[in-house]
């Protein structure tokens, strides 16, 4: 995905450095710490090339307009060192316990989802941009072979016993291809079945082979035992012509049209039904719903998209030592503001002789000063300041405070502001 979107940008006139290893391909700049990729190289130590990795995007930050983080979420621990706005593309949660790497920086950065299905609710996002594919790299084929595929990693959450039992039910040859990600798995549920008659196991395949394989198959097995956060390999049949027949858990929905480009499943036994009905599907439909939702162009499109927005915003914002603020709308007599505390950090003990101003806090946890009283503020809680009220708010948590600010008043200059006390030495 990372270098396809490259290269879409780079023929759009887009200047990009793309940091990866040094055995890679681009017709961007090349920038690379780390040789070759060390999941082939067992004697490289994967945690420091993972920092020199991240750290040589950092120390080069002031040179781009914008970083693009598709590294997860070790990254993120260095956003806040640099001014240039990090977006990441969250491409699956490995584990609920990186969350708090992402709601740290939910605030300061902006995430992408890859389906509007695999979201965290706990997160806020700038986009969805469903992955592309390079479309005339795969052959279509209107007349395939009498033959059900399944092709993934042989692991639980894939259903490849789910695939074979669909297979000895329906009658047909079932072809599965793809690396042994869990070897019990494979040896009890998955192995007992190979008969290389009826079920046959091609291994790991190549990319050509895995090309062929999609393109002759009759329907594309996907029973998955888990919320899949997009599927590649659903997109990559249908660019064939290959209907899907897929469990519908994560993406799936937004992947398949039920019953147009394949058959969207909650069992075994409606599995085998879908196959009795595939002869009523369209291999050219299924290959023109890609070319116009999945293909390339468009994603690269979408992140353009997503760095214009992303730049549009930053021209709105203001920085300060204790964080920044958006200016959301402004009109004769009212402003509102989004204003973002860091943790620890704290705004001036000051007042406004010209106007009065409600808070309403939408993230983190705030120490509120009025009139040399003290208040603890969290989410959904709002403070009001009257004209000449002298007030501070204090960021007491762990995660940026962040309040909408309404003013009100006859002036709402920034030079309102009589300051009383002052961290950073501006009283």
Known sequence: MVSLLTEGLVKRGVDVTLFATADSHTAGKLHAVCPRPYEE???????????????????????????????DYLPLTYSKLVDTPVVTTIHGFSSRKILPVYKKYNNSTF???????????ELDYIATVRHGIDVESFPFNDKPEDYLLFIS???????????????????????????????????????????????????????????ELLSSARALLHMINYDEPFGLGVVEALTCG???????????????????????????????????????????????????????????????????????????????????????TERPGYKVKRITVLPQEEISLQRHAHRNEHWYIVSGEGLVTKNGDQMRVLVGNSVDLPVNEIHRVRNIGGQNLVFIEIAQGDYLGEDDIERFEDKYGRA
């Open 153 to 211: 990693r042989i692991h639980r959450d894939k259903g490849a016993k789910e695939a074979i039992e669909v297979a000895k039910k329906a009658g047909m040859k079932l072809r599965m291809a793809g690396f042994i990600a869990d070897s019990e798995y494979f040896k009890n549920e998955v192995e007992p079945h190979i008969d290389n008659e009826q079920i046959i196991y091609e291994g790991h395949v190549s990319q050509e082979r895995k090309k």
């Open 111 to 121: 995430y992408v989802s890859i389906s509007d299905a695999y979201r965290c609710n």
């Open 242 to 328: 290959t209907p899907v027949i897929a469990i519908n858990r994560g993406a799936m929905s937004e992947l398949i049209m039920h019953e147009e480009t394949g058959f969207l499943v909650n069992s075994v036994d409606e599995a085998v039904e879908a196959v009795r009905q595939l002869d009523s599907i369209s291999r050219k439909k299924c290959r023109e719903s890609v070319e116009k939702r999945f293909s390339v162009d468009r994603m690269v499109e979408d992140y353009i998209r997503v760095y214009e927005t992303i730049l549009e915003k930053r021209k709105h914002e203001s920085k300060r030592p204790w964080g920044f603020y958006e200016i959301l």
């Open 41 to 71: 190289d067992k004697d490289m130590i994967v945690k420091v090339y993972e920092g020199l990795h991240i750290s040589e995007v950092f120390e080069r930050a002031n040179e781009f307009d914008i970083i693009h983080n598709h590294f």
